[in-house]
């Protein structure tokens, strides 16, 4: 996912927009993606979709990843690999930025098929 594919304006006069011809419903993924990612953050969400508040925030919502010296420094994607990878070989570990289930990145990615 790139910003240049994120910013894309709504334009059918303009060649670079996702109202064209021949328009691949491709970036319509890209969008999802940006907008499930982002509702995943609101409490209210998390908690309708039953998820347990998280035992760091307290909050049903999910959080951005950072990376740190664990993680590197990665982009959102390669990121939520990299915590889903850590925390997988020890799930009681708390060195990570944030546990997969609380990353607003690992549910859009699975969404839109941005597989791990």
């Known amino acids: 996912m790139t910003d240049a594919a994120r910013n894309l304006p ?3 006069k303009d060649k670079n927009t996702w109202c064209k011809a ?3 419903a491709g970036t319509l993924f890209t969008a999802g993606h940006v907008l499930l990612h982002e509702f995943t953050h609101l409490d209210e969400v ?6 347990t508040p998280d035992p760091r925030t307290k909050d049903h919502g999910t ?3 950072q990376s ?3 993680t590197g420094r990665l982009q959102p994607l390669p990121l ?9 070989q020890n799930p009681k570990r708390t060195d990570l930025p944030v ?7 690992s549910y859009a990615a699975a969404a ?3 597989s791990y």
């Open 22 to 24: 021949g328009f691949k």
């Open 68 to 70: 740190n010296a664990k």
């Open 112 to 114: 839109t098929g941005e």
């Open 10 to 12: 709504i334009d059918p």
């Open 46 to 51: 998390g908690r309708k979709a039953g998820l």
């Open 99 to 105: 546990v997969p289930e609380y990353n607003a990145e």
């Open 63 to 65: 959080n951005d990843a």
């Open 80 to 88: 939520a690999r990299k915590i889903n990878q850590l925390y997988g």
